[in-house]
């Protein structure tokens, strides 16, 4: 009989480890968090604060975690020993303290890996230790706080009226952010400008870049940052900003009257030293910009690959790598690439509040035969290992070396500026190419006669700042400290749940809702706003975290001080903001969306609304009256509601026309289909089975009239 029990928190993890632990264990899964604070007491906190003291209650999270428990508690009466082996970070170490409370354990062993494979697990298993109640402690801290945030301060939201749901700590800190930067966006004054260019008949084109007495205001060419959430697109070349179209033209006149030679030419050879591997905020960025994933949804597929024992543990901010690992990718590259070996492997840092205990993520084993595990795997999950693998191989790998050239040029007063590129070798690039396209310059002297091919000039305009895709807010909420790696992907999804946010061609913007939210939490809870009190918040949990202070005394000063203090002031905000409910609907901002009124031809305005798959309706608000549009997924356009089109458009709808057409996915007769879009009559075939069409390989089997049929 299995003398003992090993307690994983996700079930997916069960049968790698059952297969490498034997018959003499018993693995079982928590399936996550099992318990949280109950909602009973003021504000239904679930604990209560006297004095410098907590006490908490937390009871079973649903009926699942119930009966999880009552199982758990069943196998443990039948063995001898019970390991607790949940996640390595914080969270995993408070989800095992729940553990040891619910199933009445004294001392219980805690053991942890980040990797799933034998060796690991194994090597995890000999070397068991105590429950780190610092880490504990911050755990609970963050229960606490967040609840406390949370049901303190939502119900301020509630007072608006406007469908907001909640406040929160992390969350509310960085809707502030896009809002910040959509009051940017919609600030902006555009300016025009022009960029002046010669062409000469060797094959290059020169920037204008100053006059002679202006030289020293040529910058030297700056070395490219690694930057997981940039997209691939590089800004075009330009000149000096000129800022009227009289003297670009003014300059174009002047560079084709005097003739142009070579007077400065530098080159030399620059290394750019390889990436560092991913941690669960670069994984997050890299994915995002190279394979289109939200941060939710790569740490669903990097949590698929770990539980398969692909990689290691996906919630790390550590860049550290194994020496085992480090050696094992030494040999890959002595076998299949040995001009990039290093003499000596890049030093990485990680951030000063990283867990240098973890490693970053990386695969498992670098000589597992990608096409045995195209076969296993999704093509999601393929393409995120496949990263995974390459960034981690690239970071151990030889630098790139780029020949850099800078040339200028002059005419008269006026000088001219090339910049070339070359890859001379590619090293890490081979496996992470971040480097921007060779930009290739001909061989040129110094004193060098050039025949001028052509002049000219480009109107360009000033641009606003882009709002925030996710890699790019996941990138920032990093940088300033807003949240830890297990919250960054949370918080965005909260935010889209919300209707605080919404994608707009993949990048992040507020809706209505967000920011009527954000511009009375300025108000209200101004601190609670901004990064660097929310980084302060991280950072007193990291202290706890390592014994520096008690987080009874941290909470219960912390709300002391502050918390209950702008509450009380918030409070005072919300009975002035009352009359919000008073503004009749007409007169209230609503964002204008670009759809008109059929009847006074004026813009309709986006209403906001959790209730719809959008996030919004539209509306006139002029005076029409039902002049109401949803919007239609199938039809992907504005309609009227289906009771009042139906009666509008033909209350007498004629029967649809069975054609002798067969259907290309059931072979069932195609039925000729009539409708009005944007006010135009259409007419489509369509499967004539109306069960059949909701199937999803029927989305795609229908025909359009066309002006040739």
Not at 24 to 35: K, L
Not at 315 to 326: A, G, I, K, Q
Request: proline residues 6%; contains cysteine; glycine residues 4%.
């Amino acid at each position: 009989m299995p003398k003992r029990l090993l307690v994983v928190e996700s079930p997916g993890k069960v049968k790698k480890l059952s297969q490498i632990l034997g018959s003499e264990w018993i693995v079982r899964a928590s399936c996550g968090h099992i318990r949280e604070l109950s909602n009973e007491g003021e504000y239904s906190l679930g604990f209560t604060m006297d004095g410098r003291s907590i006490r908490c209650n937390y009871v079973p999270r649903d009926q699942r975690a119930k009966e999880t428990i009552q199982q758990l508690k069943a196998v443990t009466k039948q063995v001898d020993e019970v390991v607790l082996a949940t996640d390595p970070d914080r969270e995993g170490e408070t989800i095992a303290w729940h553990l040891k409370e619910v199933l009445g354990l004294r001392e219980p062993k805690r053991v942890i890996y980040t990797e799933i494979t034998a060796s690991a697990v194994r090597g995890a298993i000999a070397n068991p230790r105590k429950l780190d109640l610092n880490l504990v402690g911050a755990g609970l801290c963050r229960d606490c706080l967040d609840k406390l945030v949370g049901y303190k301060g939502s119900p301020l939201v509630w007072a608006l009226n406007n469908g907001a749901k909640s406040v929160g700590r992390v969350q509310s800190a960085t809707l502030h952010l896009i809002c910040q930067r959509e009051t940017e966006i919609l600030t902006f004054v555009p300016q025009d400008y022009w960029s002046v260019w010669v062409d000469y008949a060797v094959g290059f084109r020169a920037f204008y870049k100053g006059t002679v007495n202006t030289r020293s205001d040529v910058p030297e060419q700056e070395l490219e940052a690694h930057d997981d959430a940039a997209s691939n697109n590089k800004d075009a070349p330009e000149s000096k900003r000129v800022l009227s179209e009289a003297e670009a033209t003014r300059l174009v006149e002047e560079a084709r009257r005097y003739p142009h030679q070579v007077i400065q030419v530098e080159g030399k050879v620059v290394p750019r030293q390889p990436p560092p591997p991913f941690t669960t905020s670069t994984l997050q960025q890299a994915a995002g910009s190279k394979l289109r994933f939200a941060p939710d949804q790569t740490m669903l597929l990097a949590q698929k690959l770990y539980e398969a024992g692909l990689i290691t543990y996906m919630r790390t901010d550590s860049v550290m790598l194994s020496p085992e690992f480090c050696a094992s990718v030494k040999q890959w590259l002595e076998q299949h690439d040995p001009q990039n070996v290093p003499q000596q492997v890049a030093k990485h840092r990680s951030a000063k509040t990283a867990q240098e205990a973890h490693e970053a993520i990386r695969p498992t084993d670098v000589f597992r035969p990608s096409a045995e595990l195209r076969q296993e795997l999704s093509a999601s999950e393929f393409d995120l290992y496949v990263m995974i693998w390459k960034r981690a191989v690239a970071s151990q790998c030889r630098a790139a070396q780029l020949r850099k050239t800078q040339v200028i040029t002059q005419s008269g007063s006026l000088l001219w500026l090339a910049r070339g590129q070359v890859v001379e070798f590619l090293g890490y690039a081979r496996y992470w190419n971040n480097l921007s396209k060779d930009t290739i310059l001909p061989s040129l002297q110094q004193g060098q006669a050039l025949t001028l091919e052509n002049a000219g000039h480009e109107q360009k305009q000033t641009q606003p700042p882009p709002r925030y895709s996710e890699p790019k807010l996941v990138q920032l909420m990093e940088r300033k400290g807003i949240g830890r790696p297990s919250t960054y992907a949370p918080t965005v999804s909260t935010l889209k749940n919300r209707g605080y946010v919404q994608l707009t061609k993949e990048h992040l913007q507020p809706t209505t809702l967000g920011l009527e939210v954000d511009a009375f939490l300025v108000k209200a809870l101004p601190d609670l706003l901004e990064a660097e009190f929310t980084a302060k918040m991280e950072d007193a949990l990291d202290a706890i975290a390592q014994g520096k202070h008690s987080w009874q005394h941290y909470l219960t000063d912390w709300n002391q001080d502050y918390f209950a203090p702008a509450l009380a002031k918030a409070k005072t905000v919300v009975v002035s903001s009352s009359s919000l409910k008073k503004v009749p609907a007409g007169e209230r901002k609503y964002e204008t969306s670009r759809t008109r009124c059929q009847q006074c031809n004026n813009f309709l305005a986006k209403i906001p609304s959790t209730k719809v798959k959008k996030k919004y309706f539209l509306k006139c608000i002029s005076g029409c009256e039902d002049t109401v549009l949803f919007w239609s997924d199938l039809n992907k356009t504005w309609e009227p509601p289906r009771s009042k089109a139906a009666k509008s458009e033909n209350p007498q709808k004629s029967k649809a026309l069975i054609t002798k057409y067969p259907c290309p996915v059931c072979k069932k007769p195609l039925e000729e289909y009539s409708y009005t879009k944007e006010g135009q009559s259409k007419t489509m075939l369509r499967c004539s089975d109306p069960q059949s069409r909701n199937n999803q390989k029927h989305k795609d089997a229908v025909y359009f009239t066309t002006a040739k049929g």
